[in-house]
């Protein structure tokens, strides 16, 4: 009786799991795998019902044949070297002198943590709006203080429309950069900083030689998400050139072609070249991995 009752309670874990299971094979595993298979095929919108095997023809192109994917990954990294570094550097500084505040902290947080948790796409139209050349509130603001003389035609020009992509991605990942070293901070124990200013450090010399080190694990991770994060990027460019009325794909002069803009608009735009979208979704998924690996030895050579 004993036995029958521990096996009727071994099935119970199972059953309790199989859901889960069910719905991460049908929805993640399957679509990637026959993704995966497409890669390989010659399949667009014109040939629905005929599939035709290429095998790496569709990866030898993307790598040696084609200039805009290359050109959409060297804007990706543009944007992840200049807007990372800005939003680590801000993120950490911001979390340092918040860690001691008593008053307003929580509010604090929660503000800047919000752009993080807001729809790309509604961040791409405030944006869109904001930096509007007629009525938007940065050339009216701009002009009232005498920085300008004339408006700025923000999201018509490929240098300004650059740097507008480079103030959303640190405006959003700023609060959830800050908030990773707040909890990092909150591990760190007090008995470092004790010891260090019974010998005299000053607070610069505890910041450069105890918090920034005990720090390296959080930054080795928000490097690594960061890196993530800027080669998914495409809601918020797509999304403000699009609130400004053009039609462009990566915006004025392609400067805002990030990798997945490119996978989509040959994936469902230009001909709906689906094998072809596929083999740059993995050769995607390839940089990333490989990007991601190097960090990780770098930082922890490093260390």
Not at 68 to 73: D, L, N, P, V
Not at 94 to 101: G, P, S, Y
Not at 251 to 279: E, H, K, M
């Amino acid at each position: 009786m004993k036995k029958k009752k521990k096996n009727k309670l071994a099935k119970w874990p199972y059953i309790f799991v199989a859901p889960f299971i069910i719905t991460y094979i049908a929805f993640y595993m399957y679509p990637m795998i026959y993704s995966f298979f497409i890669s390989f095929t010659d399949w667009t919108a014109v040939t629905l019902d005929n599939r035709v095997f290429v095998g790496l023809k569709n990866y030898i192109r993307v790598f040696t044949n084609d200039p805009m994917f290359w050109r959409s990954i060297w804007n990706t990294v543009k944007m992840m070297i200049i807007a990372m570094p800005l939003t680590i550097i801000s993120g950490l500084l911001v979390a340092v002198l918040m860690f001691n505040m008593i008053k307003g902290r929580q509010l604090i947080q929660t503000i800047n943590f919000l752009p993080y948790i807001t729809m790309p796409i509604a961040i791409g139209l405030i944006f869109a709006n904001m930096f509007n050349t007629n009525i938007g509130a940065v050339n009216s603001i701009l002009m009232k203080l005498g920085l300008i003389d004339e408006k700025i035609n923000w999201l018509g020009d490929s240098r300004y429309a650059f740097i507008v992509v480079i103030i959303i991605c640190i405006w959003k990942n700023f609060g959830y950069f800050m908030v990773l070293y707040l909890s990092g901070l909150s591990t760190i124990s007090t008995e470092y900083y004790d010891a260090a200013k019974v010998d005299g450090a000053t607070s610069v010399q505890c910041f450069w030689k105890i918090t920034l080190p005990l720090l390296r694990p959080i930054t080795t991770f928000v490097i690594v998400q960061g890196a993530i994060g800027g080669f998914q990027l495409f809601d918020e460019a797509k999304t403000l050139v699009s609130g400004s009325g053009s039609t462009i794909v990566g915006g004025p002069g392609r400067s805002l072609l990030t990798i997945v803009w490119y996978f989509y608009d040959c994936s469902f735009q230009n001909n709906s070249r689906y094998g072809y979208g596929a083999a740059i979704a993995f050769s995607m998924l390839i940089i990333i991995a490989a990007m991601s690996f190097l960090n990780v030895k770098l930082l922890r050579e490093k260390e």
